[in-house]
């Protein structure tokens, strides 16, 4: 045999499954990512259908701070009264 038969040989036998074997890690690592891709996806559009009443929220509780800052206000000027 000469060494060109023995090098094609090597490559067949050894290197060309060693890079099959490290592409079928790759690709699985690739599936795994992808999977997870897809579940941050389904949850960022299940958070946005969450958030759509966010606005109105907002606005209860803006009034809501207002009628406790009101409150406030009455009972530190009553607190004002009976010290001052």
Not at 54 to 73: C, F, H, Q, R
Request: charged share 15%; aromatic share 2%.
């Amino acid at each position: 045999m000469s060494l060109w038969a023995i090098g094609n040989l090597v490559v067949l036998l050894v290197v060309v499954p060693l890079l099959v074997a490290l592409l079928n890690r790759v690709l699985a690592a690739l599936e795994r990512i992808r999977g997870a891709a897809d579940d941050a996806l389904s949850g960022g559009v299940a958070i946005i259908g969450e958030l759509n009443g966010t606005p109105a929220l907002l606005e209860t509780t803006d009034g809501v701070i207002k009628e406790v800052a009101n409150g406030a206000v009455r009972y530190a000027g009553s607190v004002a009264k009976l010290l001052g």
